[in-house]
């Protein structure tokens, strides 16, 4: 009974966190020219391989690109893509893909150090890490928007609300943005769980 109503508790805080984030993101038929590229270079990223994209993809084609190979997964995948702040958009030059289990994926070392290494070589760099909850019988009957869960929230916290990456945001510099894929909508999320910092401030 105690855990169904933590995951209650979880799903209402994380579809009031939703209303006030950003939309879904809008795909449009250019968007689809780069999507075999992309499925191309996530089959190839593999094994902590690192694939390049020459020309560079465009943020929302990269998306699209990473919804489409996801969308009918049974495993969650963690897709990381390394690029620079390019007007409104993000070119995305090259990826890592890690492919988890059906309800969980970790970032492995060398991609959490890559991750770091890259974004902070450059004021311009931006990182985008797109994720996908796979279809479950609960989430066909809810037919939800995309819904992080807690630990997707405390993954943002860590790695992209930091006092030095909020001041690269506010100076519009480059960024790591988080995508969830869920239900075949792709949405970024950027607030972190208020239920997770109570919980950390009633341990200390």
């Known amino acids: ?24 993101v809008q795909f449009r038929l250019e968007h689809e020219y780069d999507v075999p590229r992309v499925r191309v270079a996530l089959r ?14 465009n943020r929302n084609g990269f998306l699209l ?16 893509g390394y690029g ?18 059906a309800n969980r994926v970790a970032i492995p070392p060398n991609v959490a150090h890559a991750l770091w290494d890259y974004y902070s070589q450059h004021e311009s760099n931006e990182v985008i890490l797109f994720h996908n909850h796979p279809q479950t019988l609960l989430w066909q009957l809810l037919d939800n928007l995309p819904l992080p869960s ?17 001041l690269r ?26 239920l997770a910092l109570l919980e950390a401030r009633q341990t200390v």
């Not at 007007?87 to 988890?100: F, L």
Request: charged content about 25%; proline content about 3%.
């Open 1 to 24: 009974m105690a855990s169904w109503m933590a995951i209650a508790k979880e799903i209402t805080e994380s579809a009031l966190l939703a209303s006030f984030e950003t939309d879904m």
């Open 44 to 57: 190839r990223a593999k094994d902590g391989k690192l694939a390049r994209f020459r020309p560079p993809v």
């Open 65 to 80: 690109g990473c919804l489409d190979y996801t969308e009918l997964r049974s495993e969650e995948h963690l897709i990381v």
């Open 84 to 101: 620079f702040k390019y007007g409104a958009t993000t070119k995305i030059e090259s990826v890592h893909h890690v492919t988890g289990g």
């Open 150 to 166: 807690q630990a997707d929230r405390l993954t943002l916290e860590t790695r992209a609300l930091q006092p030095a990456q909020i």
């Open 169 to 194: 945001r506010l100076l519009g510099h480059g960024r790591v943005m988080f995508f969830l894929q869920e239900n075949g909508f792709v949405k970024e999320f950027t607030l972190p769980s208020v």
